[in-house]
């Protein structure tokens, strides 16, 4: 989906919100714990929107660059970001990177608004050499209609659950080790209020919360001359 410029902005806005901004944290937590990025990785976010996850991996010393397909986010992210990121207006469904290109792919809630998430899955493993890490919106949570009807996702055609996401997973990789987790366990209205409840519940390997997140590695076991391929792939799933 091609957000326009005042859905594009309206979403900025709700992130700067008191409510926007907490949950914004509490994913971004999560998805700190799952991949623990390393200073000097160089990392593509598909779907990057307006920028707020490229800025938060740029502060944890990552090299980023993003693509999303609405015009209006890239120009919103290009103000977050200037200089200090690689920005593309383009198809995510065949990206215009190389194989092996980065260390990082992130999707972060970009699949849910994508006709083919899986071929946007395979793209990503494709330009990726290390692992990715997804954010997603919980089908199975009993509060993520809450945070759907009082933002963007509310345009979201694709939800998904932990185990769906796994078998699509496994689907396009024979085999691969995820580890996963979720946030955001009461419905969004609720919140900062509710935030020292929200900060005692464990988010790894808990299915329960509205935004889920996972990342696999990817292990090669044979090379070319010029760069590593992807024809096998060892895991084992928790």
């Known amino acids: 989906m091609i957000f326009d410029a005042k859905t594009a902005q309206s979403y900025d806005d709700w992130l700067t919100s008191p409510v926007g901004y907490y949950i914004t944290g509490r994913q971004q937590k999560l998805i700190l714990d799952l991949l623990a990025p390393q200073e000097g990785e160089t990392m593509l976010d ?4 307006s920028g707020q996850f490229l800025l938060f991996f740029r502060r944890h010393g990552c090299n980023v660059t993003g ?5 209006a986010m890239i120009d919103l992210a290009r103000k977050k970001l200037g200089h200090r990121a690689d920005l593309y207006q383009g198809n995510v469904h065949d990206l215009p990177f190389s194989d092996n290109e980065f260390d990082v792919v992130s999707l972060i809630t970009s699949l849910e608004f994508y006709e083919n998430p899986q071929r946007v899955i395979e793209e990503s493993i494709r330009v990726a050499r290390n692992r990715i890490v997804i954010g997603f ?13 009082d933002t963007i996702f509310r345009h979201a055609s694709n939800t998904f659950g932990i185990f769906e996401l796994r078998r699509l997973i496994r689907g396009i990789l024979s085999e691969t080790t995820i580890h996963w987790g979720s946030v955001i366990f009461f419905p969004i209205r609720w919140y900062p209020s509710f ?19 996972c ?24």
């Open 46 to 49: 598909v779907g990057c929107k």
């Open 67 to 71: 693509i999303d397909p609405s015009p």
């Open 137 to 149: 919106l919980n089908r199975y949570s009993l509060v993520t209609e809450s945070l759907k009807a």
């Open 195 to 213: 935030s020292f409840v929200e900060e005692w519940i464990p988010r790894l390997n808990n299915p329960l919360g509205s935004f889920g997140g």
């Open 215 to 238: 990342v696999f590695p990817m292990v090669y076991t044979r090379h070319t001359i010029q760069e590593p391929l992807k024809d096998s792939l060892k895991v084992g799933v928790r």
